[in-house]
């Protein structure tokens, strides 16, 4: 008999977890009967839902758990002057009091085999989660289980709250055996509950993507792409810094930044007071990143901290080799010195590794040959997840 499966997540916008997700469906939609119940149905990645699956949409309380102060405008003045004062009272105390409320506002869901919280709690000083608490309070399932998209003892929310909420699940999947270890060690009492289950790719779809209008880049220079959000975690201000010294050495490259964040006003400023509007060029958000990554010579992430970046996979199975910095999964995502490499996470060990591949340019040849060879799958993910479901 086919199993009844609810997902939950806040909505459909542009990041790691909703491209995981949309993966996920396009590759399991067949096998199971499946429910998604997003706060809110917006954001790009709503076309890659598959037709079979069925969306349900929160009421307009909890709706505005999946949506920006600024969305809320549209929902009307009441709703808009709800959600700030939500939010205001989450940054001035925490966010357990606003969900726990606007949680306790949605109609039960029942009748499932597996429910699944899809995106972790954050920190608790954001508006922001809710579908640990959703799935935990409102949801009437056989198992429930919650999908850990972060380096648990590092990202922040490793607080009593969040420890507590976890071990309400009968199973909790970690993206990535890094991630894994990282709750485990928080949370040792959920070990023998606490799985592997990798992030799924669609392989096809990000050729197909590369495809349309590729970006042509100059051969006679380092061509270098990040696509992160511009904010504190993700080490663009650092690795700025680290550009003037490698171009003051004398040294071409361009580097072609994708996303936006709070931080992005900073960056810009720092790029022009640095001299460095030619060699650091910020996109913005870009609804087809892939086009931007194809043809490039590499791919950067110099992130403090990362969970299981979805962003290794489509630049590897594009050919582009990897350079990041140590985080929690790096090693287990990089084959080091075949698919790129992992460098110290700080701004020498970014600056010695960009001069290296500058230097003897034959290893992004040696790199680019080993992944042009290789074939990337599912199937260990699949797996994953079939036995998560059992």
């Known amino acids: 008999m086919t199993k009844k499966l609810l997902i939950v997540n806040n909505n459909f916008d542009t990041g790691g977890v909703q491209r995981s997700l949309a993966n996920l469906l396009d ?36 709706n505005l758990l999946g949506i920006s102060q600024k969305q809320a405008k549209t929902k009307g003045m009441a709703l808009y002057l709800l959600r700030g004062a939500l939010a205001f009272y989450t940054k001035l105390i925490n966010c357990h009091l606003p969900i726990f409320l606007m949680v306790s506002t949605q109609k039960k869901l029942k009748d499932f085999d597996v429910a699944i919280s899809f995106l972790h ?13 959703f799935v935990t309070r409102r949801v009437e ?9 972060c380096d ?14 976890y071990r309400n699940f009968d199973k909790v999947a970690a993206v990535s055996e890094g991630c894994k270890k990282s709750f485990v060690k928080a949370v040792s009492d959920m070990e023998d509950r606490t799985y592997c289950v990798y992030n799924c790719h669609n392989y096809t779809e990000y050729e197909k993507m590369a495809k349309k209008d590729p970006v042509n880049y100059p051969g006679d ?21 680290v550009l003037k010294e490698i171009k003051y050495e004398g040294y071409r490259f361009c580097w072609h930044v994708l996303g936006d964040g709070n931080k992005k006003i900073q960056v810009e400023e720092l790029v022009s007071s640095l001299g460095l509007e030619n060699e650091v060029i910020l996109h913005g958000n870009q609804k087809n990143p892939y086009r931007y990554i ?3 010579d590499l791919f950067l992430l110099p992130s403090y901290h990362e969970a299981a ?82």
């Open 27 to 62: 590759l399991i939609h067949e096998e199971y009967d499946i429910t998604l119940f997003v706060f809110s149905a917006t954001g790009d990645y709503s076309k890659l839902i598959p037709n079979d699956v069925e969306v349900l949409e929160a009421n307009p309380i909890l």
């Open 121 to 133: 709690n954050d920190t608790g000083k954001l508006l922001y989660g809710g579908c640990n608490d």
């Open 141 to 149: 399932s056989k198992k429930k289980v919650a999908f850990l998209h």
């Open 152 to 165: 648990f003892s590092e990202y922040g929310g490793n607080t009593r709250h969040n420890r507590k909420s």
């Open 221 to 241: 220079i380092l061509n270098i792409v990040t696509a992160a959000r511009i904010d504190d975690g993700k080490g663009i201000i650092r690795t700025v810094k």
């Open 294 to 296: 194809k043809n490039a």
């Open 309 to 390: 970046p979805m962003v290794f996979g489509e630049s590897k199975s594009l050919g582009v080799p990897v350079i990041t910095t140590e985080t929690t999964s790096a090693r287990d995502m990089i084959l080091e010195d075949r698919e790129g490499t992992v460098c110290e996470n700080s701004s020498e060990g970014i600056y010695r590794a960009l001069k290296a591949v500058l230097d003897d340019p034959s290893k992004l040849n040696r790199w680019k040959l080993y992944l042009s060879n290789k074939s990337y799958d599912n199937n260990l993910a699949l797996e994953q997840f079939r036995k998560l479901m059992e």
